[in-house]
């Protein structure tokens, strides 16, 4: 008798590379506007992007403030001034065709749907996230796909569950497993909201104290031992 029936699993670097699509999605960019991408621009880019998050998910700021603002400041900080909503787009256009997994996520992805109910949560922006599962195939894999845009809430906020535990069908809190790499969204938003949690913890980062997973894994592939 299995345990869990319904998986939630998040989606930015825990099924897809996040960072190797916002790099080719910035190097592309960057190429089209003809200026020189530095690791330093790099580098600034990821904190200003990185803290505007960080915002939004404290629900300091919209997500079209994160949006709207992240290119315009970093270029700011250059004293350029440019159209950081133009930029957005574009990039955003760029991102949502990168097609990088995370090491063995298709392969557990097609081996659990056969058994489990797979749902998507993810914070983003539902336009570039819809289009991602389109263009990597994982789309048909999931039963329900919530975006935080979507609901009003975002992960790790308990609105946000409530959502998704709603518009699932029989759904029973016992039953279910989040399984993300973000301790702060996935793991303490999953503990508060009263179900199991595995941590994908491919880097080895550290917990955040006084919350523990219900597992931890490194790699993708101990979930067939954790689930099958
Ligand atoms: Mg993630």
């Known amino acids: 008798m299995k345990k869990y029936q319904h998986l939630l699993f998040d ?22 506007q003809k200026i020189p991408l530095t690791e330093e621009v790099e580098e600034k880019y990821r904190q200003i992007n990185s803290s505007l ?46 097609k990088v997994f995370v090491k063995g996520a298709w392969e557990i992805v097609n ?20 289009k991602r599962l389109q263009v990597t195939g994982l789309a048909p894999f999931f039963k329900n796909v919530f975006v935080s845009e979507d609901t009003g809430y975002q992960k790790p906020m308990k609105g946000y569950f409530d959502y998704v535990f ?40 550290a917990p955040v104290e006084n919350y523990k997973p219900t597992y931890e894994i490194a790699e993708l592939q101990q979930l067939a031992k954790i689930l099958l």
């Open 53 to 98: 998050w960080t915002q939004f998910e404290h629900g300091e700021i919209t997500r079209d403030e994160v949006i709207t603002t992240r290119f315009a400041k970093l270029f700011a900080a250059y004293d350029q001034g440019v159209d950081g909503v133009l930029f957005d787009t574009k990039y955003r256009n760029y991102l949502a065709e990168s």
């Open 166 to 205: 709603e518009r699932i069908p029989n759904f029973r809190i016992e039953e279910a497993l989040i399984i993300g790499d973000s301790f702060s969204a996935d793991i303490v938003g999953g503990i508060q909201a009263g179900i199991d949690t595995c941590w994908f913890n491919q880097h080895g980062k």
């Open 11 to 32: 989606l930015d670097d825990t099924l897809l590379d996040f960072g190797a699509a916002e790099d080719l999605a910035l190097h592309r960019l960057f190429e089209e």
């Open 111 to 130: 081996e659990l749907a056969r058994q489990f109910d797979l749902y998507l949560v993810t914070n983003g922006v539902s336009v570039t996230q819809y």
